[in-house]
């Protein structure tokens, strides 16, 4: 990290998103998983809108940058719908493990299209890494909520790739396009994507019992606007690999809180596989 206070954002970044994995699990209690992608879409539209005010010439208005910021979104909006599919079969913890392979991907579009650095040292971290997950979930594949089917990882996995496309284009237009812009754009057109689907899976409702609206508020407010502010912040300021990867603590975070609050269980194996995956983020960040 360049200086004290990114590191200082890319920690919240991880609290914030580590916890919301239990959140976005309980919610699926109460709602469709596109109803629920729908309108945590739609919702985060309308609150990160006002703050496009603060920067009105925020993105460059020509075809090749607005295509991309298109596709960029597009190929998010399908990065949550498989996820969150996948999730109503999956453990919370197991999802986000599955989930935060992305970084895996990034390293090597990041390395065919942003020419980023190579090193020995960033290899061996992201190796180390992702033998910690998959460590982890070697506990799991046993005692699959889907009953032995490998269609939530699946879904997980392309969600990860699709979602390390998104990281990658942005990072190729970081320059023209304001984070602001970018979030709104993710979330507007993501909404416009999911909302047929969500109609077409058991429609559209909102449930007004306290626990849902707490959930929704939390996706919403913390997990989406806040969290992409710092997200882009981050991506556009920082190595794009090394971002990615320290995003590996995520499921970590998610474990402990899935542990806690929803009862999912916690191994010596995967204890193993933590303490992979930190060493293998922190030979990424040196």
């Not at 599919?85 to 970084?103: D, K, M």
């Not at 992702?130 to 996995?157: E, H, M, T, V």
């Not at 979602?163 to 190729?172: P, Q």
Request: hydrophobic share 55%; net charge positive; with cysteine.
């Amino acid at each position: 990290m360049k200086n004290r206070k990114d590191l200082i954002l890319l920690s919240l970044l991880v609290l914030i998103w580590g916890g919301n994995w239990a959140n976005l699990k309980i919610g699926l209690t109460y709602v469709t998983p596109m109803n629920s992608v729908f309108q945590r879409l739609f919702f985060s539209t309308f609150m990160i809108a006002p703050f496009l005010l603060l920067c009105k010439n925020g993105i460059r208005r020509d075809y090749r940058t607005l295509a991309k910021v298109v596709v960029l979104s597009a190929a998010w909006a399908f990065s949550m719908i498989f996820m969150m599919v996948a999730l109503e079969f999956e453990s919370s913890g197991t999802s986000s493990i599955i989930t935060y392979t992305q970084p895996l991907f990034v390293f090597a579009l990041s390395a065919i299209f942003l020419k980023n650095e190579i090193t020995k040292v960033k290899v061996a971290g992201v190796l180390l890494g992702f033998a910690g997950i998959g460590i982890i979930y070697l506990d799991r594949i046993g005692s699959q909520a889907a009953g032995g089917s490998i269609l939530p990882i699946l879904l997980l996995i392309l969600g990860a790739f699709l979602w390390a496309v998104s990281i990658v284009c942005y990072k190729t237009i970081a320059a023209a396009v304001h984070p602001y812009w970018i979030s709104f754009f993710q979330v507007s057109i993501g909404s416009i994507i999911v909302f047929p689907l969500a109609i077409l899976t058991g429609g559209i409702s909102f449930p007004y019992e306290l626990t849902y609206i707490l959930s929704l508020v939390y996706l919403t407010v913390i997990a989406t606007v806040l969290g992409f502010f710092l997200w882009f912040y981050l991506i556009k300021n920082e190595d794009t690999t090394t971002v990615s990867s320290s995003t590996l603590t995520i499921p970590i975070v998610a474990f402990i809180i899935g542990a806690i609050v929803l009862g999912e269980p916690v191994n010596p194996l995967q204890i193993v596989g933590i303490i992979m995956v930190l060493t293998g983020v922190y030979l990424v960040n040196r």
